[in-house]
């Protein structure tokens, strides 16, 4: 009786640490579901959307909990998304393919908008042309889709990167580099190119001229994707809510931006930039053999790195973009 009973006792301790792990386990899980997604953005106007579903509640509509982190610095909210700091990031298909290598869990779930002269190559005031670059330094992001958008540039103009020497600059120091003469053009976007115009400096190119190079997207990682893809929906219907109450609140919409940026009410433009819309996002997101194809976009980004020694082997593109987020929303 003795031996039944202590048996019994045993049974019922070992149910209960098993109830109570199984509920402590779940609590985790729920709260883990249940913490924000940080996702990270820069001053690109493509990106903006994020501010207004943040400001007019569009993510708590859908039923997501999101943590927008603004950051300055692209190439550091890159930095910390491939360290697993953010959950998301906002960037472009060229600067993603860069550092797939080393984030092969990146995924695009939907794409933001297509740089249409957003971006530019700029040159001192004694620049006339593409042409009259031969032999001068020009400023640009190495192993970023900068450089690709330069070299483009000079093969559009008869000339190559042998003609030229590229500087390592990041985009927000074009200006300053300018003006202070230790480069004779440099490759940016805005804000930064009002700011170098104003200044002096003289629109050589622009990404009117490269249609579909420049295509921006939001990334998740993999994991992320995998134990939230509710919370991924419900974000990319905030996304595309907040972009149809922007064309429809243009002024309202500015200066929420302005305001939360801390920016004149002038500097929150659209000039330049094609946001895209889920009927957009399920065209670039159907395989192609053209710029309008997201697939097609980011091999040529992944060639072009292998080429110049930024990646070891080819990514696997089709693994990569993932459209699934987009093509299930109403």
């Known amino acids: 009786m003795k031996y039944r009973f202590f ?189 170098a115009v104003k200044a002096g400096a003289k629109v050589l190119f622009t990404s009117n001229e490269t249609p579909g190079l420049i295509p921006s997207v939001i990334v998740f990682d993999n994991k992320v994707l995998s134990n939230r893809p509710n919370d991924i929906q419900a974000f990319s219907r905030a996304w595309f809510q907040a972009i149809d109450y922007w064309q429809s609140n243009p002024e309202e919409s500015n200066t929420l931006i302005s305001k939360k940026l801390k920016i004149k009410l002038e500097e929150v433009s659209l000039d330049g930039i094609d946001l895209f819309s889920r009927q957009d996002n399920l065209k670039a997101m159907t395989p192609g053999t053209t710029t309008e194809s997201l697939y097609y976009t980011a091999k040529l980004y992944a060639d072009f790195y292998i080429r110049t020694g930024g990646l070891s082997a080819a990514p696997d593109i089709q693994k990569i973009i993932d459209s699934s987020f987009v093509q299930q929303l109403k």
């Not at 869990?105 to 190559?121: P, W």
């Not at 042309?129 to 970023?144: F, H, Q, S, Y």
């Open 7 to 195: 048996r019994f006792v045993c049974l019922f301790l070992v149910s209960l640490l098993l109830v109570t792990a199984c509920n402590g386990t779940k609590t985790l899980t729920s709260h883990r579901e249940s913490a924000p997604l940080r996702v990270t953005y820069i001053q690109w106007p493509g990106f903006f959307p994020m501010i207004i579903a943040q400001e007019k509640g569009f993510f708590t509509q859908q039923g997501v909990k999101v943590e927008p982190v603004y950051v300055e610095n692209y190439i550091t909210s890159l930095s910390d998304f491939s360290a697993g700091k953010y959950d998301g990031v906002t960037t472009s298909i060229g600067s993603l393919m860069s550092i797939i290598g080393k984030t092969p869990d990146a995924r695009v779930v939907l794409v933001t908008d297509q740089s249409a002269g957003g971006d530019a190559v700029l040159g001192q005031p004694n620049i006339q042309n593409v042409a009259d670059l031969k032999g001068k330094r020009i400023g640009t992001k190495i192993g970023d889709f900068g450089e690709l958008f330069v070299t483009t540039m000079l093969e559009k103009y008869g000339l190559t990167t042998d003609d030229v020497t590229l500087v390592n600059t990041e985009a927000e120091a074009i200006p300053a580099r300018l003006q202070r003469g230790d480069i004779q053009a440099g490759q940016t976007w805005n804000p930064y190119i009002s700011k």
